[in-house]
């Protein structure tokens, strides 16, 4: 999930932060970052949530928190915590940090973890304008799916939107994942291990990586995911509507992967 997160990030086309909010830890300052990082990393959202009270103004203690994740700065990084046993102090604050997200300048790529924990970080997902879960379509992975689809539905309600995206490493098709889940599919990334480890292990890219269809994808479902949010707020919008105004959240959901899996 936290590859194809940081992918939708890359292609974004304006203002995008892309937040790690994992709370099983971060994977892309490790990973992709690596040798990219050309200042230092900073407190990340340790270090938010560490000097984050319900009195502070914790969407000023943001931009203390977030490094360029490009060359021209237009996307950003949130780089999440290192340590899984710092998970449970995250708890209390995720409500400060999913309000300082929404009201950010831009758009957020919000990558929360896998679904279903009990350290999930809810707050984010209620706020959330669009959740794109990504999986497989293996049979595994569709059931595994489908009771956590269950539980967005009751957390985002009306006021948001599911998605899924699919890797395509596994029987099912499409239509048959958008039947079964009755959720609709944004895009679906090829199965390329050579050109996902660039992103995941910032290994070197092929000559060809910016051309290929991985990256293509990215940019694909990043369209997406924006259409989708878009067309919610235009035919309705009023000037009366206090969400005319709200900054888009989008929140990457946890694929249903067992441990140890890369998209």
Same mark, same amino acid.
């Given at each position: 999930?936290?590859?194809? %997160?940081? &992918?939708v990030a890359l292609a974004w086309p304006g203002k995008v932060l892309l937040a790690e909010c994992d709370p099983m830890g971060r994977r892309v300052l490790p990973g992709y970052m690596a040798d990219r990082l050309r200042q230092p990393a900073g407190p990340g959202l340790l270090g938010l949530t560490t000097s984050a009270s319900a009195e502070s103004d914790v969407s000023a203690l943001l931009e203390q928190c977030v490094v360029p994740l490009d060359e021209d700065g237009r996307a950003e990084l949130l780089h999440g915590i290192r340590d899984p046993r710092h998970a449970a102090h995250l708890a209390a604050l995720w409500p400060l940090v999913a309000r300082a997200l929404a009201?950010? /300048? &831009? +758009?957020? #790529?919000? +990558?929360? &973890?896998?679904? &279903?924990g009990s350290e999930m970080p809810v707050a984010l997902l209620e706020a959330a304008d669009l959740v794109v879960v990504a999986l497989k379509p293996t049979?595994?992975? #569709? +059931? %595994?799916?489908?009771?956590?689809? +269950? @539980?967005?539905r009751t957390l985002v309600g009306d006021h948001g939107q599911i998605a899924v995206c699919l890797v395509s490493d596994g029987p099912y098709s499409?239509? /048959? #994942?958008?039947? @079964?889940?009755?959720?609709?599919?944004?895009a679906e990334l090829p199965c390329s291990p050579a050109d996902a480890q660039v992103l995941s292990d910032g290994a070197r890219p092929r000559r060809t990586f910016r051309a290929s269809l991985l990256v293509r994808s990215f940019d694909r479902l990043g369209k997406r995911m924006r259409e989708q949010t878009e067309a919610r707020y235009e035919p309705t919008a009023t000037s009366d509507d206090p969400r005319v105004t709200a900054q888009t959240v989008v929140e990457a959901a946890a694929r249903t992967m067992p441990a140890g899996g890369r998209s």
């Amino acid at each position: 999930m936290t590859t194809t %997160a940081l &992918g939708v990030a890359l292609a974004w086309p304006g203002k995008v932060l892309l937040a790690e909010c994992d709370p099983m830890g971060r994977r892309v300052l490790p990973g992709y970052m690596a040798d990219r990082l050309r200042q230092p990393a900073g407190p990340g959202l340790l270090g938010l949530t560490t000097s984050a009270s319900a009195e502070s103004d914790v969407s000023a203690l943001l931009e203390q928190c977030v490094v360029p994740l490009d060359e021209d700065g237009r996307a950003e990084l949130l780089h999440g915590i290192r340590d899984p046993r710092h998970a449970a102090h995250l708890a209390a604050l995720w409500p400060l940090v999913a309000r300082a997200l929404a009201t950010r /300048e &831009g +758009d957020v #790529i919000a +990558d929360v &973890g896998r679904l &279903g924990g009990s350290e999930m970080p809810v707050a984010l997902l209620e706020a959330a304008d669009l959740v794109v879960v990504a999986l497989k379509p293996t049979l595994a992975q #569709i +059931d %595994a799916a489908r009771p956590r689809l +269950d @539980v967005l539905r009751t957390l985002v309600g009306d006021h948001g939107q599911i998605a899924v995206c699919l890797v395509s490493d596994g029987p099912y098709s499409a239509a /048959e #994942i958008r039947r @079964v889940l009755k959720a609709p599919v944004l895009a679906e990334l090829p199965c390329s291990p050579a050109d996902a480890q660039v992103l995941s292990d910032g290994a070197r890219p092929r000559r060809t990586f910016r051309a290929s269809l991985l990256v293509r994808s990215f940019d694909r479902l990043g369209k997406r995911m924006r259409e989708q949010t878009e067309a919610r707020y235009e035919p309705t919008a009023t000037s009366d509507d206090p969400r005319v105004t709200a900054q888009t959240v989008v929140e990457a959901a946890a694929r249903t992967m067992p441990a140890g899996g890369r998209s």
